[in-house]
């Protein structure tokens, strides 16, 4: 079992930056690929990057492609997002979760956090 706890969400202005952080406990993160996931309200919760369990591969969506960057740290058994040039569209609650390969399909995760929320002001 591995608990996910994601921090770092807030209100930020369009062109602005945050930082999102997922920490785990009760297993080792190195054992698990991670991904990042969002949902805004009154859609359904949808893929926003994937890392693998090394780091070496990392994967995104197309729409925030060049502006997101996923990372993890497995000594801290961390794993981040890195959001730049916020755009509106971007508010939603982001969701971290942790599979056992290299997944871009929300069924392909076994554990998720409770999620954090990002908006993004126009």
């Known amino acids: 079992q591995v608990q996910l706890a994601e921090s770092g969400g807030g209100l930020v202005q369009a062109g602005g930056s945050l930082r999102l952080s997922c920490a785990a406990s009760?297993?080792?993160?190195?054992?698990?690929?991670m991904g990042w996931f969002r949902q805004a309200p009154g859609k359904e919760r949808e893929f926003v990057a994937a890392?693998?369990?090394?780091?070496?591969?990392?994967a995104y969506a197309d729409s925030v492609k060049g502006r997101f960057t996923i990372s993890r740290d497995n000594a801290k058994n961390t794993v981040y997002l890195q959001m730049n040039s916020l755009k509106p569209e971007d508010t939603a609650v982001y969701y971290c979760?942790?599979?056992?390969?290299?997944?871009?399909?929300?069924?392909?995760?076994?554990?998720w956090g409770q999620g954090t929320q990002v908006t993004v002001s126009s």
């Open positions: 979760a942790a599979a056992l390969g290299f997944g871009l399909r929300r069924n392909e995760y076994l554990y």
């Open positions: 009760g297993r080792t993160l190195s054992n698990y690929g």
């Open positions: 890392i693998s369990r090394s780091g070496g591969a990392t």
